[in-house]
């Protein structure tokens, strides 16, 4: 092979990396299993199916987290962390990580209506 066409080759290769890259889905980077049971033991007692047997309009349906600006990682993960009125914090009780998966599993779950 040629110069020329090694590093064409190389070229192609590298940019097909680069745009798979781009293109995996976050849902990789969360443990959605170990999410789930976090949610059953941790907060479906609360938040059986996105609803809130505490207060009903503060409940995780996509509707009400958009009202209230808790619709990203970040809003859902501050607000498990530190907890907000009847919520209690929960960052002595899980990991960061564990915390980051949460959110991304109740985001996910909001935007399929909880099905």
Same mark, same amino acid.
């Given at each position: 092979? /040629?110069?020329?066409? =090694?590093?064409?080759?190389?070229?192609?290769?590298? /940019?097909?990396?680069? &745009?798979? &890259? @781009?293109?995996?889905? /976050?849902?990789?980077?969360?443990? /959605?299993? @170990?999410?789930?049971?976090?949610? !059953?033991?941790?907060?479906?007692?609360?938040?059986?199916?996105? !609803? @809130?047997?505490?207060?009903?309009? =503060?409940?995780?349906?996509?509707?009400? &987290? =958009?009202?209230?600006?808790?619709?990203?990682?970040?809003?859902? !993960?501050?607000?498990?962390?530190?907890?907000? @009125?009847?919520?209690?914090?929960?960052?002595?009780?899980?990991? =960061?990580?564990?915390?980051?998966? &949460?959110?991304?599993?109740?985001?996910?779950?909001?935007?399929?209506?909880?099905?």
């Amino acid at each position: 092979m /040629t110069i020329k066409l =090694k590093n064409l080759i190389i070229i192609l290769l590298l /940019t097909f990396i680069v &745009l798979n &890259l @781009n293109f995996i889905p /976050t849902a990789f980077a969360t443990d /959605t299993v @170990n999410a789930q049971k976090i949610f !059953s033991v941790q907060c479906a007692g609360c938040h059986i199916n996105g !609803s @809130n047997i505490i207060r009903r309009g =503060k409940n995780l349906k996509l509707k009400a &987290l =958009k009202k209230y600006h808790m619709d990203s990682i970040e809003a859902i !993960s501050s607000i498990v962390t530190n907890g907000k @009125n009847n919520m209690p914090a929960y960052e002595d009780r899980l990991s =960061k990580q564990e915390i980051q998966d &949460l959110s991304a599993y109740v985001l996910e779950q909001a935007e399929k209506g909880w099905r």
